[in-house]
């Protein structure tokens, strides 16, 4: 009787866990159970991104013919990754090195760090220029003078060396502004090295002006006032007159579309017309060109200058420090100021993809010995430039009715921008009261100035921003 019950226990306990490992098997395979199990596993980091291989290779192979063209000619040797070996035996600039084209000049730091052989031998080569000596080393042997390359044999290490310090680089090919590769060997190393093939920047000087007593600058020898103007010549007229009541012969440059214009006239003022409609970046262009003072401050034509609009300020940051440009605050009616402060970033894409724009809130770094101003890289519509790189960036004339971050985006890398948030101008106030009519100026230029989302003006923007600078998609935190 016991032996059956005791068989009868282990035959119900073989079954159950039976029961289980069949019900286990299942779960396990079931694909609709994943997900709640995947809840308790650990978590995971994100993949990193694969970094891209830096050797020194052709990178625009995958780019299409017509652009390929483009892209690359805005490349120099210059540009070229250069990676200095490890324990080489030879001596040479790694950068620094220039000469104006179809001239020549002495190679600074050439030796061999070598010793205990018999013949010491160098190798120079070049493909823009030749090389030559400017005097010749008794025991050393020279063979390629005037040609591409050129080689260097003595029995003597100081000989040699001293030989390398005459060796002359002279430019064969004009071009204005490029870099020649040259290679530098000897018995089992090689090395590589750029020289700079340019003219010299010729500096751009203005006039400071006089001072006044007691004033550090003379703003109207420094600053003019370029604004693009649309219709709105009550305000265009207020904008004047508070110039006026605080910068009373600062020269004031309006360009001006408007369809029928008005005459605006006065001591200090240039007032130049347009086509009907050409544009907001056209009229960019146009004011900034007709600015002879070292700094072009803009303004919108609807700003009111008030005691805090201080240009003083925003000249003494370009005077001291190396940005080209500064932007300041914009204050509403509500009293709220604002600086648009963006960084921006291009991140590039897959091979044979465009790449991507970020763009975001916020600066870089605090400007040092200037409270209240940051380095960033786009800036709201109110900032003092110097006129030559404004000049040299440009603003595209296709972006005719609504543009501003494209003028930042074409200067990323080349225009150095900060912003102060303690130079303020107040923007005049665009609310109206609801008892209250709108005047037919306002009704007619709203109807230019704030296209619909599908008219064809947005359009057009957006794709020659994507063409433009190819990029595939644009982001904005």
Same mark, same amino acid.
């Given at each position: 009787?016991?032996?059956?019950?005791?068989?009868?226990?282990?035959?119900?306990?073989?079954?159950?866990?039976?029961?289980?490992?069949?019900?286990?098997?299942?779960?396990? @395979?079931?694909?609709?159970?994943?997900?709640?199990?995947?809840?308790?596993?650990?978590?995971?980091?994100?993949?990193?991104?694969?970094?891209? @291989?830096?050797?020194?290779?052709?990178?625009?192979?995958?780019?299409?013919?017509?652009?390929?063209?483009?892209?690359?000619?805005?490349?120099?040797?210059a540009?070229?990754?250069?990676?200095?070996?490890?324990?080489?035996?030879?001596?040479?600039?790694?950068?620094?090195?220039?000469?104006?084209?179809?001239?020549?000049?002495?190679?600074?730091?050439?030796?061999?760090?070598?010793?205990?052989? !018999?013949?010491?031998?160098v190798?120079?080569?070049?493909?823009?220029?030749?090389?030559?000596?400017?005097?010749?080393?008794?025991?050393?042997?020279?063979?390629?003078?005037?040609?591409?390359?050129?080689?260097?044999?003595?029995?003597g290490?100081?000989?040699?060396?001293?030989?390398?310090?005459?060796?002359?680089?002279?430019?064969?090919?004009?071009?204005?502004?490029?870099?020649?590769?040259?290679?530098?060997?000897?018995?089992g190393?090689?090395?590589?090295f750029? $020289?700079?093939?340019?003219?010299?920047?010729?500096?751009r000087?203005?006039?400071?002006?006089?001072?006044?007593?007691?004033?550090?600058?003379? $703003?109207?020898?420094?600053?003019?006032?370029?604004?693009?103007?649309?219709?709105?010549?009550?305000?265009?007229?207020?904008?004047?007159?508070?110039?006026?009541?605080?910068?009373?012969?600062?020269?004031?440059?309006?360009?001006?579309?408007?369809?029928?214009?008005? $005459?605006?006239?006065?001591?200090? $003022?240039?007032?130049?017309?347009?086509?009907?409609?050409?544009?907001w970046?056209?009229?960019?262009?146009?004011?900034?060109?007709?600015?002879?003072?070292?700094?072009?401050?803009?303004?919108?034509?609807?700003?009111?200058?008030?005691?805090?609009t201080?240009?003083?300020?925003?000249? @003494?940051?370009?005077?001291?420090?190396?940005?080209?440009?500064?932007?300041?605050?914009?204050?509403?009616?509500?009293?709220?100021?604002?600086?648009?402060?963006?960084?921006l970033?291009?991140?590039?894409?897959?091979?044979?993809?465009?790449?991507?724009?970020?763009?975001?809130?916020?600066?870089?770094?605090?400007?040092?010995?200037?409270?209240?101003?940051?380095?960033? @890289?786009?800036?709201?519509?109110?900032?003092?430039?110097?006129?030559?790189?404004?000049?040299?960036?440009?603003?595209?004339?296709?972006?005719?009715?609504?543009?501003?971050?494209?003028?930042?985006?074409?200067?990323?890398?080349?225009?150095r921008?900060?912003?102060?948030?303690?130079?303020?101008?107040?923007?005049?106030?665009?609310?109206?009261?609801?008892?209250?009519?709108?005047?037919? !100026?306002?009704?007619?230029?709203?109807?230019?100035?704030?296209?619909?989302?599908?008219?064809?003006?947005?359009?057009?923007?957006?794709?020659?921003?994507?063409?433009?600078?190819?990029?595939?998609?644009?982001?904005?935190?």
């Open positions: 009787m016991r032996l059956g019950r005791r068989a009868l226990c282990v035959l119900v306990v073989l079954l159950a866990c039976a029961s289980l490992g069949l019900l286990y098997a299942r779960t396990r @395979d079931a694909p609709g159970l994943r997900a709640p199990l995947a809840l308790w596993a650990p978590l995971q980091s994100p993949p990193r991104p694969e970094l891209p @291989d830096l050797a020194p290779e052709p990178r625009y192979a995958h780019i299409p013919v017509r652009i390929k063209d483009q892209v690359v000619g805005s490349q120099s040797a540009d070229q990754l250069l990676i200095a070996p490890a324990n080489c035996p030879l001596q040479y600039p790694m950068q620094g090195v220039e000469v104006q084209p179809l001239r020549s000049i002495l190679v600074p730091g050439l030796s061999l760090q070598a010793a205990g052989q !018999e013949v010491y031998q190798n120079l080569t070049a493909s823009l220029g030749t090389w030559d000596v400017a005097g010749e080393v008794t025991g050393v042997t020279l063979v390629g003078e005037g040609q591409q390359n050129l080689t260097l044999t003595s029995r290490l100081d000989q040699l060396n001293r030989q390398l310090q005459l060796v002359i680089y002279s430019s064969q090919s004009y071009q204005a502004n490029t870099a020649d590769t040259v290679r530098f060997s000897t018995e190393h090689e090395a590589a750029t $020289i700079h093939i340019r003219h010299p920047p010729n500096p000087l203005y006039p400071p002006g006089s001072l006044p007593q007691g004033a550090q600058y003379n $703003i109207s020898a420094l600053v003019t006032i370029a604004t693009k103007t649309f219709l709105r010549y009550t305000r265009l007229r207020a904008l004047i007159a508070s110039i006026r009541r605080f910068y009373p012969t600062v020269t004031v440059v309006i360009a001006d579309d408007s369809d029928k214009p008005e $005459i605006i006239s006065g001591p200090h $003022i240039e007032h130049y017309l347009m086509p009907f409609g050409k544009g970046f056209a009229g960019r262009n146009l004011a900034v060109s007709q600015v002879t003072t070292k700094y072009v401050l803009w303004v919108d034509d609807d700003f009111i200058f008030t005691a805090r201080r240009l003083e300020r925003l000249v @003494d940051v370009l005077e001291r420090t190396p940005l080209d440009l500064v932007g300041g605050a914009v204050r509403e009616i509500s009293g709220f100021a604002t600086t648009y402060r963006r960084l970033s291009v991140e590039p894409g897959a091979p044979g993809q465009g790449n991507c724009l970020r763009q975001r809130r916020g600066f870089h770094y605090k400007l040092s010995g200037f409270p209240g101003c940051v380095v960033t @890289d786009g800036v709201v519509n109110f900032f003092l430039a110097r006129t030559d790189k404004v000049r040299e960036v440009g603003f595209d004339p296709r972006l005719s009715r609504v543009a501003h971050l494209e003028f930042f985006l074409d200067g990323l890398g080349s225009l921008v900060g912003s102060c948030s303690d130079v303020v101008v107040d923007h005049a106030s665009k609310l109206k009261l609801p008892w209250t009519s709108k005047d037919a !100026e306002t009704e007619t230029y709203a109807r230019y100035r704030y296209p619909e989302s599908l008219d064809e003006s947005q359009m057009a923007k957006h794709r020659l921003l994507f063409f433009k600078h190819r990029l595939q998609c644009m982001t904005t935190e």
